[in-house]
């Protein structure tokens, strides 16, 4: 199963451009890669979600090299209201049993100051 | 507007008690998730389901139970509550498998006593 590994904080300045990195050495063939942003006392919201290559959306961009075992969230000009934690998710088949387990990233705390 | 919705939000119980934890969604998705979220661990999968009678168990679902009767409901319950369970849950839905894109509720915090 695909475990995942990310940078346990960041900081930033505001306008800067934010790379977040995540490392998941065993993702299997089907699965995505998804990132979520989570806020204080709120649930998580989902950001961008790719397979390979790059994906662009209105907040982000997400870089997945051919072999698919790192993936980088990439925040452009950044804001003091990107503060907050960035999860980085690979979903993932068990094949023993054909179950899902979703595993999310242990989180990456980014702090952007003035 | 389509959400999910958590209740209670806050909810204090005793060791040994059952509880159970509500997850309402109006986006008419097949797929509910229940997670817990602990300091150090990020979100871990309690239970998910991916239509109604189905329910399947994800990383740490000793302890817990969950049931699927209608599309918008999956309740989370506790059959007795330990310590260990102190914790914040998080439902959350999706439209299918294939996508990860999943929109949680606002969590429920947890306390067992």
């Known amino acids: 199963l695909a475990k995942t590994t990310q940078p346990i904080s960041m900081d930033s300045y505001e306008g800067q451009e934010v790379n977040i990195t995540c490392s998941h050495n065993n993702i299997a063939t089907n699965d995505y890669i998804t990132w979520y942003q989570q806020f204080p006392s709120q649930g998580p919201r989902f950001i961008i979600q790719g397979y390979k290559t790059k994906v662009t959306n209105e907040v982000a961009s997400l870089f997945i090299p051919a072999d698919r075992k790192s993936s980088t969230l990439s925040l452009p000009r950044v804001s003091l209201s990107d503060t907050a934690v960035y999860y980085c998710l690979v979903g993932a088949k068990d094949p023993m049993d054909s179950s899902y387990k979703l595993i999310f990233g242990s989180g990456t705390r980014l702090l952007v100051r003035p | 507007d389509a959400e999910i919705t958590q209740s209670p939000r806050h909810k204090i119980t005793e060791t040994g008690r059952q509880v159970t934890l509500a997850c309402h969604q109006t986006w008419n998705h097949n797929n509910m998730f229940w997670y817990r979220q602990d300091l150090g661990h990020g979100l871990r999968l309690i239970h998910y389901?991916?239509?109604?009678?189905?329910?399947n168990k994800g990383e740490v679902s000793d302890g817990y139970s969950v049931s699927r009767s209608n599309t918008e409901d999956l309740p989370l319950t506790l059959e007795s509550a330990a310590s260990s369970q102190t914790s914040v849950y998080f439902c959350?839905?999706?439209?299918?498998?294939?996508?990860?894109?999943?929109?949680f509720g606002p969590g429920t915090r947890l306390t067992v006593t």
């Open positions: 959350a839905s999706s439209r299918d498998m294939s996508s990860y894109e999943q929109y």
């Open positions: 389901s991916y239509g109604v009678q189905d329910t």
